[in-house]
């Protein structure tokens, strides 16, 4: 085999090589490749889980917002509540010392 055949066989190997290349990947995108319709399909799904997320991230500040709220409302009522114990233990006591006055005169009314 001489130089100039041993080029050409080169040659015819290497474009056999690319033609066999450039088939499996015309094979491979056109197995693969999404058709046009898809594409908008995706795109609106895309855009909905957009929407959806930002509306999920608006449900969750939301909610921080209502619980913070509602915790200090709780701790409002709480100190309420204590303030309003602490009144109705001095009243009890402060009836209990009237009643005890109230005996003790009574008892020294009738003695």
């Not at 490749?33 to 909905?48: C, F, I, K, N, T």
Request: proline content about 1%; some cysteine; aromatic content about 8%.
């Amino acid at each position: 085999m001489n130089r100039t055949e041993f080029i050409i066989a080169t040659a015819i190997v290497l474009f056999v090589a690319f033609c066999m290349g450039w088939f499996a990947n015309w094979l491979v995108h056109r197995f693969i490749r999404v058709p046009g319709s898809d594409v908008g399909e995706l795109e609106r799904l895309a855009q909905e889980l957009h929407e959806a997320e930002e509306t999920r991230d608006q449900a969750i500040t939301y909610l921080q917002q209502r619980e913070a709220e509602l915790t200090n409302q709780i701790s409002q009522t709480e100190a309420e509540l204590a303030a309003t114990m602490d009144g109705l233990r001095e009243a009890r006591y402060e009836a209990e010392q009237l009643r005890a006055h109230l005996e003790k005169m009574a008892g020294r009314a009738v003695g």
